[in-house]
Structures are given as structure tokens and as C-alpha cells.
């Protein structure tokens, strides 16, 4: 089934929203699911957030665009954050930033010995975090989510000492900036909404 076309112009922007990067195929195409809503009498829409763009695909980068931008807006050249060892946000921000000219440096969950993180033997987004070129240091998931506002700390006064400037990042990018992420993509959903003649329930 191939995906509704996104519409002509881009939903008109009803807020003051502060600074953004472009870096998503945004709008994002709205399409029908048409045998599902056969089969359950009501229509299904899915917003084709898998299609923001190749290995970015998702719907991270909408926090990113704002989160990205306060960090240029602030002078900062690298980026903390943190997340599993396949986080699709680290993934992103790693990618991001390399493409942006960031410094990237991943604080990541897991317990080594049970993963296959050898050089030669990284996968999935932990190896496109490799690629990408950020630094990666993980840490045993008991007493990460306890240690992690030091560990962000001593990252960023470590990167102090050799002449960074640091913008933390908190898991997820879910914060009131990266908030501002998905603002934006309910303005983008009502205009969803007008050209398909959608009334949502509520």
C-alpha cells in the first residue's frame, strides 16, 4: 500500500515556537489503512513517521530539530546524552550531530558481557552509533538511572577541560525543548485533519 501524499504546503504555524533546525521529512504523510478500517467499521489513520527520513526514520528527530537549534543558540560544539545500548534516540543524535559538526558523546545502559560490543562485532544502532563517530562509554543498568545527573556532570566538566562547550541532553530528548517537537506535530496533525476532512473523537 503506498502512503498518502503529504500535503501541498505546510500546516500554517498558530504558535511562537522557538528555534528549529529542518533536518525531518516533515510533513509526514497521513494514510488510511483501508482493510483494517474494512474490517473494524471505523477508519484508521496511520502518520507516517518511518518515512522523516532514511536511517533518522522516526519520530526522535522531531525533538531534535528544537533540541539541536538551543544547542547552536547556546555555542555549544558537543552533545551528551544517554539511553540503552540500542537507543534510537542515541542513534539519532549521534547521526545528528556528525551531520550538524557536533561533538557526540553517548552515556549508554547495558551490562557488556551480555552483548556483543567487541570493535569488530557492534550491531544495529549501536554500530551506526560507531560509524557516526561518537563516543561511546557504557555502564551495567544497576544504579544507571541513580548515577546518571553525575555522570552527565563529570562528562561535561571533562569536555570543559579540553575546550568544549557541552549541551546535556536528557533521555529521549523529553524535556520542555524537545517537548516543542511534538507541539509541532499536532499542528501538522490538524492540518492532517482539514485536508482529509477528518473529525478526530473528543
Not at 177 to 193: H, N, Q, R, T
Request: hydrophobic share 35%; aromatic share 6%; proline share 5%.
Amino acid at each position: 500500500m503506498e502512503p498518502s501524499s503529504s500535503p501541498e504546503a505546510p500546516p500554517p504555524k498558530t504558535l511562537s515556537f522557538p528555534a528549529k533546525l529542518s533536518l525531518a521529512n516533515t510533513p509526514t504523510p497521513l494514510q488510511k489503512l483501508h482493510h483494517v478500517s474494512e474490517s473494524l467499521g471505523v477508519n484508521i489513520w496511520l502518520k507516517r513517521d518511518d518515512l522523516t527520513g532514511s536511517v533518522l526514520s522516526g519520530n526522535k528527530i522531531r525533538k531534535l530539530e528544537f533540541t539541536l537549534a538551543e544547542a547552536r543558540e547556546q555555542g555549544c560544539n558537543a552533545l551528551i546524552t544517554c539511553g540503552g545500548l540500542q537507543s534510537n534516540h542515541c542513534r539519532a543524535t549521534a547521526l545528528l550531530g556528525a551531520q550538524r559538526g557536533f561533538d557526540v558523546h553517548l552515556i549508554l545502559r547495558g551490562d557488556i558481557s551480555d552483548t556483543n560490543v567487541g570493535i569488530l562485532l557492534l550491531d544495529g544502532n549501536l554500530l551506526l552509533d560507531a560509524v557516526a563517530g561518537a563516543h561511546i562509554e557504557t555502564y551495567p543498568q544497576q544504579g544507571f538511572a541513580k548515577n546518571l545527573n553525575q555522570r552527565f556532570q563529570d562528562k561535561a566538566e571533562a569536555l570543559r577541560a579540553a575546550g568544549k562547550t557541552s549541551f546535556i541532553i536528557p533521555t529521549g530528548a523529553s524535556d520542555d525543548i524537545g517537548c516543542w517537537g511534538y507541539v509541532s506535530a499536532c499542528e501538522e496533525l490538524s492540518w492532517d485533519f482539514q485536508q482529509k476532512g477528518i473529525q478526530p473523537f473528543g
